[in-house]
């Protein structure tokens, strides 16, 4: 569909180096908030992190739960200190040439050990996302990068999101369904979206939650969804004279503060442009 965004991705996780980035900290590494902010960008294909397991044992559930392949790098001396960096740039380099429909690799990680990989990897016509902490990453690493990520900032952005912007009651399902759309839609302008077609903002939700059904929230279609959210103020939508789909021109990112008025009503769309997933 028009405006979806079409990135396959890869992850690749220096954990011992995020692990360095908390040390002296009270913080625990998150890896939900990386992956729900990697999401808004396309699909992660595959998932992995290096590190001596043994070590870091309590984050071990956390990462199985969220489909990341534990990749055991055992510490054996000082000589084999870098064990867990050259397994994963080999691993790195082995799907930049094998698996053609990667687009964006992804690396965990602030070392500058790393900038000769994002090079490579940019050489062959991949994009680079790094995220790292912004105590224990390399300025060589984030100039190298087609973009860089710190993730106190992914937490300061989640802090400062807005409340739920509908409150009608406990228990209410269309609120928390409308909720997640508006999750969405913020997230997604975060992103610099210029077009927020309604199946962008679909496809980018069925990533975040791939249980999401808009039955389950009291809807009987997306389109529906999409039209009680703008009588609610929340949004304002307008009709793609070309595909006929419903478009969000504005919407309202503070809680109680209405959307901008649209000059004119849409007019549904004469097709079922959403279909049932």
């Given at each position: 569909m028009a405006g979806a965004e079409n990135n396959s991705m890869a992850l690749f996780v220096d954990f011992e180096n995020l692990a360095l980035g908390f040390a002296g900290t009270r913080k625990r590494f998150e890896i939900e908030k990386v992956l729900d902010r990697l999401l808004t960008k396309g699909k992660i294909l595959v998932k992995k992190a290096y590190a001596d397991w043994t070590r870091f044992g309590d984050y071990r559930r956390e990462l199985h739960e969220s489909s990341i392949e534990l990749i055991e790098i055992p510490k054996r001396s000082q000589v084999g200190k870098n064990s867990a960096d050259i397994r994963l740039c080999v691993d790195a380099l082995d799907m930049c040439y094998s698996k053609a429909h990667l687009d964006t690799f992804c690396i965990l990680s602030g070392d500058s050990d790393f900038s000769p990989l994002v090079s490579k990897?940019?050489?062959?016509?991949?994009?680079?996302?790094?995220?790292?902490?912004?105590?224990?990453?390399?300025?060589?690493?984030?100039?190298?990068?087609?973009?860089?990520?710190?993730?106190?900032?992914i937490e300061r952005i989640e802090a400062a999101a807005p409340h739920p912007v509908v409150t009608t009651g406990a228990g209410d399902k269309k609120a928390e369904g409308l909720q997640i759309v508006?999750?969405?839609?913020?997230?997604?302008?975060?992103?610099?979206?210029?077009?927020?077609w309604a199946s962008l903002i679909k496809d980018t939700i069925k990533r975040r939650k791939p249980g999401f059904d808009e039955s389950y929230y009291g809807y009987k279609s997306w389109s529906d969804l999409l039209e009680d959210a703008q009588r609610r103020s929340l949004i304002t939508l307008s009709i793609d004279t070309r595909s006929g789909t419903y478009v969000i021109s504005s919407f309202s990112s503070?809680?109680?503060?209405?959307?901008?008025?649209?000059?004119?009503?849409?007019?549904?769309?004469?097709?079922?442009e959403f279909p049932r997933e």
């Open positions: 990897l940019r050489e062959n016509g991949k994009n680079v996302i790094g995220v790292g902490m912004k105590a224990s990453t390399s300025n060589l690493l984030v100039e190298s990068c087609d973009e860089f990520i710190y993730y106190e900032d508006m999750d969405t839609i913020v997230a997604l302008k975060r992103e610099n979206k210029e077009v927020l503070t809680p109680g503060v209405p959307a901008p008025p649209a000059s004119a009503a849409p007019v549904r769309p004469p097709v079922r």
